[in-house]
């Protein structure tokens, strides 16, 4: 019995512990078509599972948004069920989650986008994080949250090499973006490594002559590094 609860209570709330940890939530809405996708239970015997999880202590009613919902009661007791779970179930619950999402009309825009990356990319078809990841990078360098901002790019430039996807205009974008972030964080050396290889690629006639967009990123990228070369002349002085 406890198998079946804790399969339906993980599913409840991978969207809001298993997901970037500010903002997210599930709401009762999310967790009716959840379930009702996936394994067919009423409403009404989800809710007294969910009542039942609450008595027990597992569980807490919380004000998450426009609706009420569920969460945790302590972060060991998700990371607990979590751990119990078979990697191929984690990555189909992740996927399951995330098309969820993906038709769920009551997120916030960023909140929205973070939330389909982690889930995307944990789950069977990780390359579907990449435009999601991207759009959270470039959020992420509204706020200047550089650190989050390379911390994305990252895994978008390791799922989209995974994908052989290193010859798309979306690729370099990406390496100019985590060159610039990099650069804010003072790690010089690294942007211009990664600033170099995308110029380098970008250089080629072949590239340039595929989309006409990639010169304007050719230009982003030079003017990035020659910003980098002049704050490393300043440090030198």
Known sequence: KFAVNSDV????????ECGP??????????????EGELHKIHPDQLLSLLEELEKRGFVIIAN?????????????IQE???STLLKRDLRNL??????????????LPGDRSEAL???????????????????????????FANETVVQHYRKAMKLMADQEYTAAKEYYQVQIGIGMALKFTGELEEASQILEDAIEKLSHPSQLSIDE???????????ELADIRTREADLDT
């Open 9 to 16: 209570f993980t599913n409840e709330f991978t969207v809001s």
């Open 21 to 34: 940890p500010a903002k997210t939530s599930s709401s009762k809405t999310l967790n009716n078509h959840i």
């Open 64 to 76: 998450l948004g426009i609706h009420e919902g569920y969460l945790f009661k302590h972060p060991l």
């Open 80 to 82: 607990t069920i979590y």
């Open 94 to 107: 992740h996927l399951r989650v995330a098309k969820t999402i993906e038709t769920d009309l009551y997120w």
């Open 117 to 143: 990356a982690f889930h995307y990319a944990e789950s069977t078809t990780p390359h579907n994080a990449i435009p999601y990841l991207i759009n959270s990078a470039k959020q992420a360098t509204q706020r």
């Open 213 to 223: 967009d990639l010169k304007f990123i050719l230009l982003d990228g030079l003017r």
